[in-house]
């Protein structure tokens, strides 16, 4: 069975760091692009960042060019998303999504940057 | 930038009459050397991640009732609840993964009337 799970989501304060990480189980994770995608609280989807299977292409929405960085370790299955100068606007539940189309989704994990 | 863009915002149907939501893209996703339209629809429940439940435009994840299904080539789609049903409430976005930045439509709420 295919499982992401998110970890890392938190209350940070605007300007401030965090880094986020999915665990991944159930399939062959270094086969697979992942992705990051996001939803601000009562608002759609966007799209953040994605990767390559083995790490050499990344992908990021303007909006988080140069503050974000999104990386993998396929040794330990994991995804990562190291968040830098934060923002009230990157408010919101992150998800990773196996693949471009993100056939799979973990549940989330949320942060809130504000002071 | 790709724009996707649905409609209607949302729309209320009775149980077991069809519901369809429309969604444009402002350039082709359609990858014409595999011929395949880069295109899916995603279902979100309140409180849950969103759900695959269309690829390629048309074809339908593993699992995925086949009341639910989608349409479309280049720029113009459209997904179909054949027969709604009650857990078929959400939010039913599109999403294309032809290129970067991968784009999502604004979504349709979908309710029963």
């Known amino acids: 069975e295919v499982q992401l799970v998110e970890s890392g989501g938190g209350l940070v304060q605007p300007g401030g760091s965090l880094r986020l990480s999915c665990a991944a189980s159930g399939f062959t994770f270094s086969s697979f692009w992942m992705t990051w995608v996001r939803q601000a609280p009562g608002k759609g989807l966007e799209w953040v960042a994605n990767i390559k299977e083995d790490g050499n292409e990344r992908y990021y929405v303007d909006s988080v060019k140069g503050r974000f960085t999104i990386s993998r370790d396929n040794a330990k299955n994991s995804l990562y998303l190291q968040m830098k100068s934060l923002r009230a606007e990157d408010t919101a539940v992150y998800y990773c999504?196996?693949?471009?189309?993100?056939?799979?989704w973990g549940q989330g994990t949320l942060v809130t940057v504000s002071s | 930038d790709i724009v996707m863009t649905q409609s209607p915002d949302s729309l209320a149907v009775s149980l077991g009459e069809r519901a369809t939501i429309n969604c444009k893209s402002s350039q082709s996703v359609l990858y014409r050397s595999n011929n395949k339209n880069y295109l899916g629809w995603y279902q979100q429940k309140p409180g849950q991640p969103p759900k695959l439940l269309i690829y390629w435009a048309s074809t339908r994840e593993s699992g995925v009732p086949d009341r639910f299904s989608g349409s479309g080539s280049g720029t113009d789609f459209t997904f179909t609840i054949s027969s709604l049903q009650a857990e078929d409430v959400a939010v039913y976005y599109c999403h294309q993964y032809y290129t970067t930045p991968l784009t999502f439509g604004g979504g349709t709420k979908v309710e029963i009337k």
């Open positions: 999504g196996r693949g471009r189309d993100s056939d799979y």
